[in-house]
């Protein structure tokens, strides 16, 4: 099935997580070999994953007594597992000519809000890791954007992520377009640049759906588990409206790729709802799913494969049209989710700091 979602409809399954016993037990390799054609991971991840297991305990314990840095450390784990995945992902990269076989690693959460920083660190990861398939994820707060685009400019490829709505969706866009145009005006060679829109899905019904149900006006239960696809399949609208036309065929003259949207957050968070309806709602050309093992086994069993993004379209409209007169502005809800997603991540962050210092002092008892 993953296989003829990119061959027959064009979509591309990406693998929404990363652990070293994926690395090392060959799991990820044999997921590349039955169609897997990329790996995100962000902050939330690797805590699961440090945390999760002893896999990391000897090079920490490694990392500490060579007098290591906590946070330095913890990094070096990160990056070891990236370099690793990169090398499993590097042929898919190299066969479809830089499409594919990328490995995402995000930038501090704590940094979301700082534009400066955001830039130097998403710039020290790439010189750090140098490696053509990396993407490196910046948020898409409104100081990330900025970052978005000063990176572009440079010539470094990027995953924006936590893009929850329409209106932030639009600035990720402008920051792509625009940074290619600089780096061309600075006789550069896009080609080489890559970039996906992280656009998160399932959590938008979660945050409308606990709207919907407060405001209690009447035809809301008709609107329920309805925003988050109407609103991915009116960013699909968007992207094909912003890679068209002069300004884009400049650029792809020139070489550049478009800007692909990436479905995100494609678990079903409600039981309610199918375990498979943020894949087979969002199928369609030049686009990326990144999803969870338990998805994959959902869809692999009992999904739909057919392409679905650009149907109905007029009735997403409609649907989005609805949700303000029922008392939920989705503006303010993807404010709220991002702020949410990045709160999550700096957790995240924060509790594997946490146990890694815990581990560190009990090493230094020993």
């Known amino acids: 099935m993953l296989e003829r979602l990119h061959t027959e409809c064009g979509q591309s399954p990406w693998l ?42 000897e090079q920490f314990a490694a990392l500490i007594a060579a007098g290591r840095p906590l946070q330095d450390a913890y990094w070096q784990l990160v990056v070891d597992d990236i370099t690793d995945a990169l090398a499993v992902l590097r042929p898919v990269f190299d066969a479809g000519g830089g499409t594919d076989g990328f490995v995402s690693v995000e930038v501090a959460a704590e940094l979301a809000h700082d534009t400066r920083a955001t830039q130097v660190a998403a710039r020290a990861l790439h010189e750090l890791i140098a490696e053509p398939n990396l993407f490196v994820k910046i948020p898409a707060t409104a100081e990330g954007v900025p970052a978005v685009q000063a990176m572009i400019a440079e010539g470094r490829s990027i995953n924006i992520t936590l893009i929850f709505s329409l209106a932030r969706y639009r600035q990720v866009i402008e920051a792509y377009l625009s940074g290619l145009e ?90 309610a709802y ?35 993004i650009d149907t109905d379209v007029d009735e997403a409209a ?15 809800v993807g404010l709220t989710l991002e702020a949410q997603g990045i709160a999550g991540f700096h957790d995240a962050s924060q509790r594997v700091l946490a146990a890694l210092a815990a581990k560190a002092e009990r090493l230094s008892h020993r």
Not at 36 to 55: E, H, K, Q, Y
Request: hydrophobic share 40%; charged share 20%.
């Open 318 to 332: 409609e649907v989005m049209r609805r949700l303000p007169a029922a008392g939920v502005d989705m503006d303010d």
């Open 274 to 308: 199918p375990d498979t309806v943020y894949v087979d709602g969002l199928i369609g050309p030049d686009t990326v799913n990144t999803l969870p093992e338990v998805t994959i086994a959902a869809f692999e069993d009992h999904g739909t494969l057919a392409r679905t």
């Open 16 to 57: 929404d997580n990363l652990t070293r016993g994926h690395l090392h037990g060959g799991v990820l390799a044999r997921m590349v070999a039955g169609g897997i054609r990329g790996v995100t991971a962000n902050p939330a991840i690797f805590a699961n994953a440090i945390l999760g297991s002893a896999d990391y305990d």
């Open 182 to 271: 600089t780096f061309v005006e600075r006789g550069g060679d896009p080609s080489p640049v890559h970039s996906v829109a992280s656009f998160f899905v399932s959590r938008v019904d979660t945050e409308v759906d606990r709207r919907l149900a407060s405001a209690g006006t009447g035809g809301t239960a008709a609107l329920r588990g309805r925003a988050a696809i109407a609103q991915a399949k009116l960013a699909y609208r968007l992207f094909r409206e912003q890679f068209s036309g002069p300004r884009w065929q400049r650029l792809a003259d020139l070489g550049a790729h478009p800007q692909r949207p990436l479905w995100a957050s494609t678990s079903t968070k409600n039981p």
